[in-house]
């Protein structure tokens, strides 16, 4: 299975702060990762894939990026509607396999 | 705009079978590819298994030899059903899909819905 890690595990942020979380596969997945939000409660929603592709409605201060097996996911100036949990995902192979996550908080 | 709902029962005795539905409306069942995703505090996001609208199926290899995913187009549900539960496999189970057949992402959810496994 390829394993997928994720940093930091925790962030804490002001409204406005430029935030980044960093994603990393076991293995080369191209580019053949999603990124998904979830808020306490709720489903994850996507918001990227393809690595840098911004789903159809999702707020472009989100924006994602890769180099070789390191992916990363840009808020460019955080909301408070961003507090969640951030989760990306490859699809390159079976099993598709999830990130433990990175929770933001605001400040 | 699709929406999924997952339904079936929410207690499951330990050695018994989950099973769980998803009833797709919305949109066509056709054309997709249809999964379940699990999420429990111990292990995170866990995918379990999909079927396409060709009804191929892929598995977790860590849950193949229990779990069987099937699609019923004229109702547009997909099921799941998982064998000789244990409490490693209380979690939230999701339904989602995917925007085409094959490996891929999944663009819309279920709500989902807790599952436990006790006596």
Known sequence: ?107 | QVQLQESGPRLVKPAETLSLTCTVSGGPINYYYWSWIRQSPGKGLEWVASISYTTRTNYNPSLQSRVTISLDTSKTQFSLTLTSVTAADTAVYYCARSPTDGPNYFDSWGQGGLVTVSS
């Open chain 1, 1 to 107: 299975d390829i394993q997928m890690t994720q940093s930091p595990s925790t962030l804490s942020a002001s409204v406005g702060d430029r935030v980044s979380i960093t994603c990393r596969a076991s293995q080369s997945i191209s580019s053949w990762l999603a990124w998904y939000q979830q808020k306490p409660g709720k489903a994850p929603k996507l918001l990227i894939y393809k690595a840098s592709i911004l789903q159809s409605g999702v707020p472009s201060r989100f924006s994602g990026s890769t180099s070789g097996t390191e992916f990363t996911l840009t808020i460019s100036s955080l909301q408070p509607d961003d507090l969640a949990t951030y989760y990306c995902q490859q699809y390159s192979n079976y099993p598709f396999t999830f990130g433990p996550g990175t929770k933001v908080d605001i400040k």
